[in-house]
């Protein structure tokens, strides 16, 4: 199913992530469509186990194997 939605066509991907409260956005034209279509579909990656987002890098640091990349950014600082 997908639903268009005027106006919204050059809204930020990484805003609309975090406003859908989703793991993976794509945007692209839709031909002769004007605004935003969305299309639901499962996410790329693996699941975060502290945010559980579906991200692409998670995994890509040794000392954290189940976070992503954004995850271990946040922690590093904390981790005793």
Same mark, same amino acid.
Do not use: Y
């Given at each position: 199913?997908?639903?268009?939605?005027?106006?919204?066509?050059?809204?930020? &991907?990484?805003?609309?992530?975090?406003?859908? +409260?989703?793991?993976?956005?794509?945007?692209?034209?839709?031909?002769?469509?004007?605004?935003?279509?969305?299309?639901?579909? &499962?996410?790329?990656?693996? &699941?975060?186990?502290?945010?559980w987002h579906w991200e692409e890098d998670v995994g890509? +640091?040794?000392?954290?194997p189940t976070l992503c990349g954004r995850c271990v950014?946040?922690?590093?600082?904390?981790?005793?």
């Amino acid at each position: 199913m997908v639903k268009t939605f005027p106006g919204w066509a050059d809204i930020d &991907k990484d805003v609309l992530r975090e406003l859908l +409260n989703v793991s993976q956005v794509i945007a692209s034209q839709q031909g002769d469509r004007e605004g935003l279509s969305i299309q639901v579909a &499962k996410a790329d990656g693996r &699941k975060c186990e502290r945010c559980w987002h579906w991200e692409e890098d998670v995994g890509v +640091n040794g000392a954290h194997p189940t976070l992503c990349g954004r995850c271990v950014l946040a922690i590093r600082d904390i981790v005793i």
